[in-house]
């Protein structure tokens, strides 16, 4: 990642017509959450949608609270806004359900276990999918850690990092797709972010994620619904010391860790994607059903 500094926070008129995210209704009475990552969109969860309808599950896949609108309004938005997407998108379908289950790539994975931990036994299990409580991977720069000083030095409005290779995916066909948009993006001009997410990550997005980090810390011994974590061994992002960290925390009965060796962050997306949607697909089997 290389660091863009902004006189100016971008302005450009807010995208127009940007979708809900996804919603699949399904035939066997159980459905799944899938949440997206921090300037992600909800595409990067289409083949675990997809995966899981053909499996006769209701998949509702919320797009975040201003993910697709211009930087200068995401920057904005605080944590809890993201979280109230996935809040509303649970109440949505809990009624009509005999399961519901919860799952999240990255910050999406946080944000699950925050739904299971406010809801408990309403939510039947959670697969948290490349969690993301520290930037710890092997792709993250170095003076990354002394961003937390940027609040203090009021610049972080002006901050923003510059996506590059690999972006979260070993698979080369697909991470060539992603260059042709990342490659070419400019602050003053990201039209199609709600479709492939952003090319550049506001710095002030990492103080909300540090607000939510520290909020969810002091809750996981309250998280109970059996807890699921799938963590590529060389995520680029964020190192295996995420999954422990969640693992050793919560409180949950049934709980495990199920380890790649052929992908980076995006495990959603990335060459084992079907690894992936298989072991939550036996995972979500096994959670046992409340009254």
């Not at 921090?38 to 995966?51: I, Q």
């Not at 170095?142 to 937390?148: A, E, G, T, V």
């Not at 590059?164 to 990201?190: C, T, W």
Request: hydrophobic residues 40%; aromatic residues 12%; charged residues 20%.
């Amino acid at each position: 990642m290389s660091i863009i500094f902004a006189l100016r926070p971008p302005r450009i008129l807010e995208s127009a017509g940007v979708d809900d995210g996804i919603l699949m209704p399904g035939t066997n009475g159980r459905a799944v959450i899938l949440i997206h990552g921090l300037t992600g969109t909800p595409n990067e969860m289409r083949f675990l949608a997809w995966f899981f309808n053909s499996h006769g599950y209701t998949v509702a896949c919320p797009r975040l609270a201003n993910h697709g609108q211009p930087l200068a309004v995401l920057q904005a938005t605080p944590w809890r806004e993201f979280y109230s997407s996935v809040s509303a998108a649970f109440r949505k379908v809990r009624p009509d359900h005999t399961q519901v289950f919860a799952c999240g790539l990255s910050m999406g994975a946080l944000l699950a276990l925050l739904l299971a931990e406010e809801h408990g036994d309403g939510v039947d299990g959670v697969s948290c999918l490349s969690p993301t409580l520290f930037y710890d991977g092997w792709n993250v720069p170095w003076y990354h850690f002394l961003l937390h000083l940027a609040p203090w030095s009021g610049i972080e409005n002006h901050l923003f990092f510059k996506e590059e290779p690999p972006y979260g995916l070993k698979n080369e066909r697909i991470r060539e797709r992603v260059h042709q948009f990342f490659s070419s993006a400019d602050l003053k001009d990201m039209r199609a972010v709600d479709q492939y997410g952003y090319p550049f990550f506001p710095v002030r997005l990492l103080s909300e994620l540090r607000r939510l980090v520290r909020h969810l810390r002091s809750r996981l011994g309250r998280v109970g619904s059996p807890c699921q974590i799938i963590q590529a061994r060389h995520d680029d992002m964020s190192s295996v010391r995420n999954a422990l960290f969640i693992y050793e925390r919560v409180a949950s009965a049934m709980k495990e860790i199920v380890y790649l060796e052929d992908s980076y962050h995006v495990i959603t997306a990335d060459q084992e994607r079907g690894k992936v949607g298989n072991a939550m697909l036996d995972f979500f089997a096994r959670c046992p059903a409340h009254d």
